[in-house]
């Protein structure tokens, strides 16, 4: 029982050290300084205001951090976005694939199903410490028609 609690008290600080070392980032600070000190984006898109950097830990990993800039490059925010309030925001009928992944980053994969029409991006992420999916149901337009949740458990995940 003991190993269990060292175990978890040392996972809780990995994961701790892991958002706060984002979170870190001071408002102000410069493209070239996320760059410097966290690597090159997963991916960088453009906003209305400035850009995005995208540091998406799928398909394994169960995070996803956006960097927003501004139009001079410089941060505006930084927030980890696979969290049940963030995944709330999505609109069903309105929200299109490219929606999901300027907001979420890629999904940790895509299934497909003959109960359903099109594809279904599938996010991994941790809700208070349990591992989670985040399943987001596109139509055959890649309009999201359905999102929902559920535990992930070891075996449901497909070799890619």
Not at 143 to 153: H, M, P, S
Request: hydrophobic share 45%; aromatic share 12%.
């Amino acid at each position: 029982m003991n190993a269990i609690k060292i175990f978890s008290s040392f996972a809780l600080a990995l994961l701790l050290a892991g958002c706060a070392s984002f979170s870190a980032l001071a408002p102000g600070a410069s493209r070239e300084e996320v760059v410097a000190r966290y690597g090159t984006p997963s991916r960088v898109l453009p906003l209305s205001a400035g850009t995005r950097l995208q540091y998406s830990r799928q398909p394994a990993g169960q995070t996803a951090v956006m960097v927003d800039l501004d139009a001079a490059g410089r941060v505006v925010a930084v927030r980890q976005v696979l969290t049940a309030q963030e995944f709330s925001k999505i609109e069903v009928g309105r929200w299109t694939r490219g929606d999901v992944e300027r907001a979420f980053g890629p999904p940790a994969f895509v299934d497909r199903v003959a109960s359903w029409p099109g594809d279904i991006m599938n996010y991994r992420w941790l809700d208070n410490f349990q591992n989670m999916l985040y399943w987001v149901y596109l139509d055959e337009r890649n309009v999201v028609q359905r999102t929902g949740q559920g535990i992930e458990f070891p075996w449901e995940m497909p070799e890619r």
